[in-house]
Each structure stands twice: as structure tokens, then as C-alpha cells.
């Protein structure tokens, strides 16, 4: 079945560490978000990328960083500059003109950090 | 930049009854798609309507409909027969058609179902 996986699930950071959270999607699809999600503040758009090797800072860039070497495949890395970065993270892709049928969403990672 | 508001943090029902989701937004397009998002406990986001802002006939899915007001900026969500599976966290969504095509999303309502 073609899908986003979003992994690990749950994850804890030290504080002053990075961590990397994976995102993997089989659907052929050209774009692919990061949201940031906050309990009474929706999601929030951290990082997009419309094409392979090319991406653009959302609303709340800051602290975060991305690649995307592969089309299927959009890491992202949470820095130790993030300092607030508990929250639950979602990862979706979209295909071009079909974003107008709504993105594909990933299951979550729950960040804490301990 | 498009904002999308959702004014209602909570909002009950009887099962069985309607309940409609609140939904305003701010743009100056003339052409995009709105929609409404449901985040059951699992936090899986699932799609549950969409509608093209050129469309004026409201959007319907089973027991799902929507009120588009495009002068208003208003795309309300109706529940009919609700039902125990329908409690989740709500998200009103708006998409740009020109441009970097990202979904702008409201705060969320939870919808509890009373049995």
C-alpha cells in the first residue's frame, strides 16, 4: 500500500542534543511538508521542499533543518537552536496539481525532550 | 499570507444529533480549495471534505456537509447523525492555488460526542 511512514513514533532528546526524524513516502509524490503541531495553536508549516534538492523555510523554521536528496525521502533535524522542542511533528506529501485534493499525512512523532 | 480561523476550542453533541464546526478565513484569492480535516486520538489526519472556492454548490459527504459563504470567508462544517466515531479534533484548511501550494491551518475544535 502506498503511504507516508513517519518514524520513530516516540522520541526523546537531551537537551543540547539533535535528533532526525524520518520521513518516507512510496506514493511518487513531488512535494513533501513538515507541520508542527501544538496543542491550541493547529499545525504549523516548518519546512517544505516542491522538488528534489530544493526546499523552503515554512512559518517556524527556526531550530530545524531538512534535506532532500531522494524524492521519497524528507528528513528532518531538530537542533539544539530549537528551544521549545517538544511537540508532536507530521510529516505529508502532495503531487502537484492533486494538493488540491488535500495532502497525505504520516502517522506523527511525539518529540519530548527529557 | 491567508489565515484560517477556527473560534469554537470545544464543541459537544448528542449522539445521534447535528452540530455544526465553525470556520472563517482571511485572503485576497479568488481561486483556492478549503478543507476540513478530522484528527481522531490515533492523530492519523484524515481527510473529511473538501471544496473549490469556484464552485459554489456546497460540498457534501455522506453525513458531512459543508456552508460555503465565499463573500463571507465562511466554510462551516455540519455533522448530521452524529455518531461515537465522529469525536476527534476538527481543522479547517486552506490551500493557494497560484503559488507554493501550502495548506494554512485553523486551531482546531474538539468535537466530544455525548452517548
Known amino acids: 500500500d502506498g503511504g507516508i511512514t513517519q518514524s520513530p513514533k516516540y522520541l526523546f532528546r537531551k537537551e543540547g542534543q539533535n535528533v532526525t526524524l524520518s520521513c518516507e513516502q512510496n506514493l511518487n509524490h513531488d512535494a513533501m511538508y513538515w507541520y508542527r503541531q501544538d496543542p491550541g495553536q493547529g499545525l504549523r508549516l516548518i519546512y517544505y521542499s516542491q522538488i528534489v534538492n530544493d526546499f523552503q523555510k515554512g512559518d517556524i523554521a527556526e531550530g530545524y533543518s531538512v534535506s532532500r536528496e531522494k524524492k521519497e525521502s524528507f528528513p528532518l533535524t531538530v537542533t539544539s537552536a530549537q528551544k521549545n522542542p517538544t511537540a508532536f511533528y507530521l510529516c505529508?506529501?502532495?503531487?502537484?496539481?492533486?494538493?488540491?485534493?488535500?495532502?497525505?499525512f504520516g502517522s506523527g512523532t511525539r518529540l519530548t525532550v527529557v | 499570507a491567508q489565515t484560517v480561523t477556527q473560534s469554537q476550542p470545544e464543541m459537544s453533541v448528542q449522539e445521534a444529533e447535528t452540530v455544526t464546526l465553525s470556520c472563517t478565513y482571511d485572503t485576497s484569492e479568488s481561486d483556492y480549495y478549503l478543507f476540513w480535516y478530522k484528527q481522531p486520538p490515533s492523530r492519523q489526519m484524515i481527510l473529511v471534505i473538501r471544496q473549490e472556492a469556484y464552485k459554489q454548490q456546497n460540498a457534501t459527504e455522506n453525513r458531512f456537509s459543508v456552508n460555503f459563504q465565499k463573500a463571507a470567508k465562511s466554510f462551516s462544517l455540519k455533522i448530521s447523525d452524529s455518531q461515537l466515531g465522529d469525536a476527534a479534533m476538527y481543522f479547517c484548511?486552506?490551500?493557494?492555488?497560484?503559488?507554493?501550494?501550502?495548506?494554512?491551518f485553523g486551531q482546531g475544535t474538539r468535537l466530544t460526542i455525548n452517548p
Open positions: 505529508a506529501s502532495s503531487s502537484g496539481p492533486s494538493a488540491n485534493y488535500g495532502y497525505t
Open positions: 484548511a486552506f490551500l493557494n492555488v497560484q503559488g507554493a501550494q501550502k495548506l494554512v
